[in-house]
């Protein structure tokens, strides 16, 4: 039969398979935060559109070619969050989070919206984590962020990462920049793709982060920023630099690393994960980088507020997951840690089996069970698969004369329990 209904394109189910693995990221990520101060926000998932154009920058593809973007009923111009960053200094300035200590530091997750040609570690819905610490110019914050970008990838057994960082300067340096560099492609215009033909007009610096084949040759040899940094901005660097050697993290310098975002400036970075198994996508293409971030000093002003330096980064959890189902780390899940499996036999038993599960939820004693099977031989499969150590028989006879059986799994004994002492026994079991 012809399926009616399916997915749109780009946009995918997280079946119960793969709630392990995001559970498992999530965890990670927000023990890190935690352990840093970082405190969760939530932002609406649509904002006005003018906060990601004004934001992110027009000349961007995100922007000019990626938002979902549609008037509402009253008629006002509304886009799905295609990042974090834009609405997270859109909610500090509309809560007057200056008057605060700073920094402010918070972290998220959560799904975002970007209209791209689905590959490889490309897709319409996707989800996020991020970090942003708003409110400091100190390159130590650039370390931090760096730092713990880098741990959630650790924590997560990533290992081969590279983490690529750049200085592409602030307001002061970059439009000169931007001139030399326009006028370097210029002269090799008709070498461009056309979308860098029209980026040559708008915005040199989006032409380094083209990835047409025909680009990255005349990138290759294009002038670098690094070079014409401002004092200032050659300071920050330096400083960036000397973090990251003090923390020993394994870093290269990339001069050509722009970011897909205009609200940029000075410190830009990305991690990737080098070498095998990298190849997670069909066809043998790379799911491309797992975390990205930078400074973003300017980006406050652009939305209306005051001054605010801040930095932060994201990170793409299904590339993520791409990666470590690759490496075949298995997760099966225990339900919430289960040390004891309740296995039944025949209706009553199945039927008081029921009751007997719900006391050991109101004492907080996580049980797992498997009620859909009958036959004790595949209950007993189940919670050896599950490595559960005790497991409880509720059988006919058991039911009729109200005791269970307690099996222990470890070293085949058995023993009966009256089933009113059995919450209270299994609760001093799995204590010891
Ligand atoms: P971004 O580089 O656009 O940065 O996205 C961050 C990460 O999200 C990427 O490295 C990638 O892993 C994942 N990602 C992006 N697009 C997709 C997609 N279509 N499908 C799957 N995964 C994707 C930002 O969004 C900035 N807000 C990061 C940041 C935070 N900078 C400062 N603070």
Known sequence: ??????????????????????????????????????????????????????????????????MYTFRTKGGDLVSLRPEGTASIMRSYIEHGMHNLPQPVKFWYIGPFFRYERPQAGRFRQFHQFGFEALGEKNPSIDGQIIQMSYDVLKELGFKNLTIEVNSIGDSECRPYFKKILAGYFKSRRSSLCSDCQRRLKENPLRILDCKEEKCQTVKASAPQIIDHLCKDCHAHFKQVLEFLDELELPYTLNPYLVRGLDYYTKTVFEIVEKGLPAQAGEDGATVGTLIGGGRYDNLAKLLGGRDTPSCGSAGGIERMIALMKARDTKLTKKPDGAKIFLAQLGQMAKRKSFKLFEEFREAKIPVAESFSKDSLKSQLRAADKLGIKYVLIFGQKEALENFVTLKDMETGAQKEIKLDKVVKEMQAKIKK
């Not at 399926?3 to 990670?28: A, C, R, W």
């Not at 405190?39 to 990601?52: D, S």
């Open 1 to 66: 039969m012809k399926i009616k209904f399916q997915n749109l394109t780009g946009m995918h189910d997280i079946l119960p398979e793969d709630q392990v693995y995001f559970q498992k990221v999530q965890k990670s990520v927000e023990n890190i935060a935690n352990y840093y101060s970082f405190q969760k926000i939530e932002t609406p998932i649509l904002e006005q559109a003018e906060v990601f154009s004004k934001a992110v920058g027009t000349s961007t593809d995100i922007v000019g070619k990626e």
